[in-house]
């Protein structure tokens, strides 16, 4: 549990450090698709820690 709480937590601080330069992508296509990115790598961390959580 401890673990997973600690990758949750390094994906926020990921986040925060990431999102300006997404922000300032003038590209629309480029923001959207590094979002989908993040979105799909934030879903496939939680699959992970909940597979953890199980064992």
């Not at 590209?27 to 959580?53: E, W």
Request: proline letters at 2%; hydrophobic letters at 40%.
């Amino acid at each position: 549990m401890e673990k997973g709480l600690r990758n949750i937590s390094t994906t926020s601080q990921l986040l925060t450090h990431l999102s300006p330069y997404l922000l300032m992508t003038r590209r629309t296509t480029t923001r959207i698709i590094c979002n989908t990115l993040f979105i799909i790598f934030s879903y496939c961390l939680c699959l992970f820690d909940a597979a953890n959580v199980e064992q």
